[in-house]
């Protein structure tokens, strides 16, 4: 089986055409076992495969045996699976990382996609369980795989320090993969005051505070995650410009008179309606002329693509809240004017992920 690469259905659509070529054997095929591809894929980054041969070059199946103690069997199995999907290679009887993994290894890229896959292993996996029954009742049906009270996943992480740890190391990664773009995109040389809304880790208002010394940075988080919040400020040493205030943004005032409010993977969790009700919130925070930042993955205003939107969707319609998916550009926008802002920009994210910033104003009175 010829296993296509992520770009393939839209390269192979005709020009324009935002849609994959007419389905085949093939791309049926991995569809049909695309639970086991990703087992591969984590089992490669888990064991620590790739890894091994980043770090080594090319070995043979029994020093790669030895190395990651395997049975003979165990890695037979891996070392097919791997190759078949193109994630090893195998010349003259050795093995060696795919090109491509090598060349993201360079540049961070590799570590942060292990993260990614890790949180899809330990956390997505679950709830997607649940996919079909959270289509047919219209909520995250899966939310059920994650123990606790907690109204969401992420007023359950707390309980489970493991899955705590995969998801911010994850959320962390993803948020690298994009920020250069939203810290090149926003000019925030004449704001003193940012609010960034459900911030996490910090990684983005440390990234924004960063690159603009005057900025000062208010992260709300819940109170349950904020000790996670509070460690990483410490660590930057931006105590002093970067402070979390533990609420629920949803049932708590925000603080005023800020020049720009951000929402960083924010707004794919909730529905179009808590979605308007935040930016509302978000309009009554700024300052006139003040800005908010919508900044996560898009999906295409004709509702097909690109793929990875799509694939992503399956985790926030299953897990996450109640409603959520990576919506169209188009309804952003529609909450943006329903919170009534105007002048609403589109900025296009380079990369593989399928990430997106809006950037709306407040009018000037
Ligand atoms: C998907 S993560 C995004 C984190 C960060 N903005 C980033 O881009 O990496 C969503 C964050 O929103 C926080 N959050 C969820 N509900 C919240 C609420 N009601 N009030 C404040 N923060 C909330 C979560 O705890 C979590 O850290």
Redesign the pocket.
């Known amino acids: 089986m010829t296993i296509p690469a992520m770009t393939t259905p839209s390269a192979a659509a005709s020009p324009g055409a935002e849609q994959p070529a007419e389905l085949d054997m093939d791309r049926l095929s991995l569809l049909l076992f695309g639970h086991a591809a990703f087992q591969y894929l984590n089992a490669a980054c888990e064991l620590e495969l790739l890894d091994l041969l980043l770090e080594r070059g090319e070995l043979t199946a029994e020093e790669i045996r030895a190395e990651l103690g395997l049975a003979e069997r165990a890695a037979d199995i891996l070392l097919l699976g791997c190759t078949a999907l193109g994630l090893t290679r195998k010349e003259e009887g050795r093995y060696r990382a795919a090109t491509l993994i090598a060349s993201l290894a360079e540049d961070g890229g590799w570590d942060k996609l292990k993260d990614t896959v890790a949180f899809e292993q330990h956390i997505v996996y679950p709830g997607q369980a649940d996919f079909v029954a959270s289509l047919r009742e219209n909520t995250n049906v899966g939310l059920r795989r994650i123990p606790g009270d907690g109204p969401?996943l992420?007023?359950r992480?707390s309980r489970h320090p493991h899955l705590e740890t995969v998801f911010?190391r994850y959320?962390?990664s993803?948020?690298e993969l994009a920020n250069e773009h939203l810290v090149a995109a926003l000019d925030l040389g004449g704001a003193t005051r940012l609010l960034?809304?459900?911030?996490?880790?910090a990684?983005?208002a440390l990234a924004l505070a960063e690159a603009n010394p005057h900025l000062h940075v208010t992260v709300?988080?819940?109170p349950s995650?904020a000790p996670v919040t509070e460690k990483r400020i410490t660590e930057a040493g931006l105590g002093d410009r970067v402070l979390v205030e533990p609420?629920?943004?949803?049932?708590d005032p925000f603080p005023g008179g800020m020049d720009c409010v951000l929402f960083?993977?924010?707004l794919v969790?909730w529905t179009p309606e808590e979605n308007t009700a935040l930016l509302r919130k978000a309009y009554d925070a700024l300052t006139p002329g003040g800005r908010v930042v919508i900044?996560n993955s898009m999906s295409n205003d004709e509702g097909d693509g690109p793929v990875v939107a799509a694939l992503d969707s399956v985790y926030f319609a299953s897990l996450?809240a109640e409603g959520g998916m990576i919506y169209p550009w188009r309804l952003h926008e529609k909450c943006l004017r329903e919170a009534g802002f105007s002048s609403v920009e589109r900025i296009e994210v380079p990369g593989w992920t399928p990430h997106g910033i809006i950037v709306a104003a407040k009018q000037d009175t």
């Open positions: 969401d992420y007023h992480l911010y959320m962390r993803w948020s960034d809304c459900g911030g996490g880790d990684v983005n709300l988080e819940i995650s609420c629920d943004m949803f049932a960083a993977h924010q969790i900044f996450p």
